[in-house]
């Protein structure tokens, strides 16, 4: 399930949704992505998700279809907040089950790389020395040619 979301999220809510009726899942991971105060040397005072509805939420299914095709998942949650956010505020949440735990945390690194490269989101910082728009560092960009030998 995929949601596009203002509102934050609850993390004990999205886990016990993740393992209901789940009874030959043996592994949950899930991924929180916080809100930082710093990011590429900037303090940052808040941040903006801004995206085009209906757009972002087919590319994030494409993510997880990709994640389903390249490994035996159970279920796959994945919530991404937009609008105006403090700092320490829940970005994102990614919960997968699997049967076996190394293919769970591979399935949620994926996701976690191919939202931060793929998904059409666009990031605005606020931070001392005014606004600016969040580019792809090198690091994300790195994280994605594992997913591509």
């Not at 996701?111 to 931060?116: F, P, Q, R, S, T």
Request: proline residues 1%; hydrophobic residues 40%.
């Amino acid at each position: 399930m995929i949601s596009v979301q203002q509102k934050d999220f609850n993390v004990g809510d999205e886990y016990h949704a993740l393992i209901q009726d789940a009874r030959s899942e043996g592994a949950v991971v899930t991924f929180v992505g916080l809100v930082r105060d710093v990011n590429q040397g900037n303090s940052v005072k808040e941040l903006t998700l801004e995206h085009y509805p209906g757009m972002t939420e087919k590319s994030l299914k494409s993510i997880v279809q990709q994640a389903k095709q390249r490994w035996d998942l159970g279920k796959v949650r994945v919530i991404h907040r937009v609008g105006q956010l403090a700092l320490s505020d829940q970005i994102v949440f990614v919960g997968v089950t699997s049967r076996h735990r190394e293919v769970a945390f591979e399935a949620c690194q994926f996701i976690m790389d191919y939202l931060k490269n793929q998904a059409p989101f666009w990031k605005k910082e606020s931070t001392e020395q005014g606004d600016k728009w969040v580019d792809f560092n090198d690091k994300d960009q790195q994280a994605m040619l594992r997913w591509q030998e």
